[in-house]
């Protein structure tokens, strides 16, 4: 399975962004309202940096700020790790493994397309192993899969 597949499975296919001069507040609202984990940072329509719960967990309550206060473009992640639409998820599970990450912007040559959770990339595989098992147990039983 690749990338592509898998944004093409998710209920949700809009990217919501915000820039770098975004309070913490309102990127948490943002993250409330839309019930996701991460938000992308762009800037002239370019990727610059990435905002997760995590950040705000690490970069702002354990640091003492003020979500009202602070702007995203001090405690983004600006080192952001993409991704392609064409990649496989599996190379996507072991980046997100080894960098620690639980969201990937995605692109399609150069262009940002969407992003997927580490969520979206289990939900995909469930989903692909159910396929299978009905699969083989029509062929057990010789009933065609539908």
């Given at each position: 399975?690749?990338?592509y597949?898998?944004l ?5 296919d809009?990217?919501?962004s915000?820039?770098?001069e ?8 943002l993250?409330a309202e ?6 992308l940072v762009?800037?002239d329509?370019?990727l610059i940096?990435i905002?997760s719960?995590r950040?705000?967990a690490?970069k702002v309550i354990l640091m ?5 206060d602070?702007?995203?473009?001090d405690?983004?992640t600006?080192k952001?790790i ?7 998820i599996?190379?996507?599970m072991?980046?997100?493994s080894d ?7 995605v692109?399609r040559?150069?262009?940002?397309v ?7 990339i289990v939900?995909?595989i469930?989903r ?8 083989l147990?029509?062929?057990i039983?010789?009933t065609p899969?539908?």
């Amino acid at each position: 399975m690749q990338v592509y597949q898998v944004l093409a499975s998710k209920s949700i296919d809009a990217i919501f962004s915000i820039t770098k001069e975004t309070t913490v507040f309102q990127a948490l609202e943002l993250m409330a309202e839309k019930n996701i984990g991460a938000v992308l940072v762009l800037e002239d329509g370019e990727l610059i940096g990435i905002f997760s719960e995590r950040d705000y967990a690490r970069k702002v309550i354990l640091m003492g700020r003020a979500s009202r206060d602070t702007l995203i473009g001090d405690v983004m992640t600006d080192k952001v790790i993409t991704v392609e639409t064409d990649q496989k998820i599996e190379d996507c599970m072991q980046i997100m493994s080894d960098k620690h990450i639980r969201h990937l912007p995605v692109n399609r040559k150069g262009e940002l397309v969407g992003i997927i959770s580490i969520n979206d990339i289990v939900s995909a595989i469930i989903r692909e192993q159910k396929a299978h098992i009905k699969s083989l147990e029509g062929y057990i039983s010789g009933t065609p899969y539908a």
